[in-house]
Structures are given as structure tokens and as C-alpha cells.
């Protein structure tokens, strides 16, 4: 059963970081890619964040770039988002998943797995 768990969210001023974690289970982590979703009010959930299995490549949702990082640790399933200078529209519930499909470069059109967690909430205050 594929289940992912999110964690490390929460309220931070405009310009604070926060770094998010994500333990997958239930398949074989260390050869998927995987992704970081946001979904904010009254908004469809978007990927901001790509890397592939081995983490030798990421791909980030303009908005993000520059300014949050994704990392994995496959000998934990983990894998990261770090934020920094965060924002007001990077208000969200932040969810991660996996891609399904072998890819030799990161892409934020990832497949992902059916499962989804419960995501972590991300407030930044202005």
C-alpha cells in the first residue's frame, strides 16, 4: 500500500524558511522520481518541485525557483522541500507523491501514485 507522510508545515512570517519532509512507503522509493504539490484556496493543486531517483536532476514551478530546494535521501525514502524567503501566495497544504513512470530528467508533470497524504499546511503571514 503506497502511502506518503508529510510533515514539518506551519505558520511563518513573510522572508521565514521552513523545511518539509516526506516518508514514502509502499514501493520501491529509491527508483521513482518524486514531487512536492502545493494547494492553495480555491486553487487546483500544481506540482512546484521534481527530482529524480538517483536526485541528479530537479525541476521547480517558476514562482519557486531560486528560492526553495528539493532533496531526497533514499536510504529514509525522504525526500525534502527547503523554503526560504516565503511569501504570502506560497500559503498552501504541501503534499509530496511519486512519479510512476522512469524518467533520466526531473519534469513537474510527474504520474503520480493514487494515494495521496494528508499534507502539511504552510501559512506565511505578511
Known amino acids: 500500500q503506497v502511502q506518503f507522510v508529510e510533515s514539518g508545515g506551519g505558520l511563518v512570517q513573510a522572508g521565514g524558511s521552513l523545511k518539509l519532509s516526506c516518508i514514502a512507503s509502499g514501493f520501491e522509493f529509491q527508483v521513482h522520481g518524486m514531487l512536492w504539490y502545493r494547494r492553495s484556496p480555491g486553487k487546483d493543486r500544481e506540482s512546484v518541485a521534481s527530482i529524480t531517483s538517483n536526485g541528479d536532476s530537479t525541476v521547480y514551478e517558476d514562482s519557486v525557483k531560486g528560492r526553495f530546494t528539493i532533496s531526497r535521501d533514499n536510504a529514509k525514502n525522504t525526500v525534502y522541500l527547503q523554503m526560504t524567503d516565503l511569501q504570502p501566495a506560497d500559503t498552501a497544504v504541501y503534499y509530496c507523491?511519486?512519479?510512476?513512470?522512469?524518467?533520466?530528467?526531473?519534469?513537474?508533470?510527474?504520474?503520480?501514485?493514487?494515494?495521496w497524504g494528508q499534507g502539511t499546511q504552510v501559512t506565511v503571514s505578511s
Open positions: 507523491n511519486g512519479d510512476r513512470a522512469w524518467r533520466s530528467a526531473a519534469t513537474l508533470a510527474g504520474i503520480t501514485f493514487s494515494s
